[in-house]
């Protein structure tokens, strides 16, 4: 059998001879794995779209060259954070049907505050356990019930809550780089091991600090080791650079350097391609690249000292809240939330903000109250503003992808490049609903992908899955997001229709949410702060 295979004969004659499943177990694994096709993602974090435009990108150019590429991707959800995004990426379900809404959030059971996304949750496995309990399926499942030997990885060189949340209770290795002293060095998430002789490779250790590049480029070395000696069937893969340097130097506020990152990243594409083909499995792979979430920049900023000030003035009892690029406010005493709320957007103008953020930056608010037995979001405007009801409408779509049992009471929409500020080292954010938080790449490229097709659709990060299910040939269920059917070189005309029904009211939150950024970058520009 391997003499016929060197001698040139193809595998459809081999496998004419002898049968397919004589031939599998006979032929190299490798070489004649059922037609299944590879799954590899890779996930730019906090890559925001407009960032392509700052490096050229050939590698993520030629993907597209070979695939569909969502100009108008966007995240389409909430909490904008990296645990969410990974876990609706992989789930096909929005946070509020995940459980991840974000790195934390009420615990419904006990009323206390769930740190499940950060370090000691992840470590001990609470967050695939909320996976779990929540009873959402994902990729990595999916391809382990089509073949139970398949293997499936998740990595980041450093956010290992993006490869946990990715990856989830089914993957079976999942690492990321751990800062230990002068190194950092490669480890596996408990119960998701790798072998320790291959954790052992020295190219798995790097010195730390990790500089500019070198953050993409130790996730993207993983992937590649994991690639040759672990045989991944699904590879997911966290390149973490551009969140780490937008933070730190304010992302599109400093395109020099996002545009080193940018450029980075591509290569890290380009290496991966390199070895897919290397390994004989290029065109035999879907490959996703997109991004969690994007990163606004501060030309307003709120210490998150004022945030907490205004809801105690407002008559709120703080329990905790999240700031990023829009304030999440958990109360402890949340039937107050309108009260509070309202209050808030009276107190904000009163206190002392900083020198380039107007005390009335902030126009409107939601919260969370209890209407017929089921929470809902509604709005309070302050005085002599409005809010669109078009924007109101992109907002309640918005919430209604995060609002479970666990979400915020109270939650204080900012304006685009506004953030919040615990630690004097961030001046980039993300987190809301502004479009620089929002906006994001996707392109999809592989066997059963058109090619060289530019989709206007507004994609969400919900929608991968199940499109990825599609191109695996199983129906996706129990998932909030649709197949991007007009990425299949042929669609099910029930998929092409559900799209299409889908099209105009995701159309209108998207437009609604640009249409605001718009506003609020001539209104920034006018008042000469950008
Ligand atoms: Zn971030």
Known sequence: ?????????????????????????????????????????????????????????????????????????WVGQLESYTPAGHATLT????????????????????????????WNGVMSGRLEATLRAHGVDS????????????????????????????????????????????????????????????????????????TFGQFDEMAMTMAIEALHLLDPRVLLINLPGADIYGHRIGGPDAPKVMANIVQHADQQIGRLVS???????????????????????NTY?????????????????????????????????????????????SVLPTLPTNGTTPSDAITFAHYRHLVAGHYRYDPVVAPGTSLSPDLEAAYQYLFGTFNNLSAPDIVLSYPENMISRAAADRHGEHGGATWGAQ?????????????????PFPARLMDVAPTVFALLGLNPHRMDGLVLA????????????????????LIAHQKAVIAQATLDLAAQAAAGAA
Do not use: C
């Open 301 to 345: 900023q709120l210490d998150d000292a004022v945030i907490k000030t205004a809801v105690k003035k407002a008559g709120g009892d703080l329990f905790f809240h999240v700031g990023g690029s829009s304030a999440y406010i958990w109360l402890r005493n949340p039937h107050d939330s309108a009260a509070v709320a309202a209050n808030i957007l």
């Open 91 to 118: 789930t096909g379900a929005s946070p509020a049907r995940t459980g991840v809404i974000g790195f934390q959030w009420r615990d419904p059971k006990t009323g206390a505050e769930d740190l499940t996304a950060w």
């Open 1 to 73: 059998m391997r003499r016929l295979l060197a001698a040139g004969a193809g595998l459809g004659f081999a496998e004419s001879l002898l049968g397919p499943g004589v031939s599998r177990a006979l032929a190299d694994p490798q070489s004649l794995r059922p037609r299944t096709p590879f799954v590899v993602m890779v996930v730019l974090d906090a890559f925001r779209a407009d960032y392509a435009d700052l490096a050229p990108m050939p590698h993520l150019d030629w993907l597209a060259s070979r695939g569909v590429r969502y100009p108008n991707a």
């Open 275 to 297: 070895h897919l083909q290397r390994r004989g499995i290029l065109d035999q792979t879907i490959i996703v690249v997109t991004a969690d979430h994007g990163m606004v920049q």
């Open 139 to 210: 990729i990595p499942q999916a391809v382990k019930r089509l073949d139970p030997s398949a293997r499936v990885v998740s990595l980041s060189s450093e956010k290992y809550y993006a490869a946990d949340a990715m990856g989830g209770p089914a993957a079976d290795f999942i690492m990321f780089g751990r800062p230990m002293g002068a190194k950092i060095i490669t480890q596996g998430i408990p119960h998701h091991q790798p072998p320790a002789s291959f954790l052992k490779a020295p190219r798995l250790t790097w010195p730390w600090p990790l």
């Open 486 to 505: 007009d990425a299949l070189q042929h669609p099910h005309p029930a998929q092409l229709a559900l799209q299409d029904v889908h099209a105009p009211l």
């Open 439 to 455: 906006h994001v790449p996707l392109v999809i490229s592989g066997p059963g992908v058109r090619r060289n097709f530019t989709s």
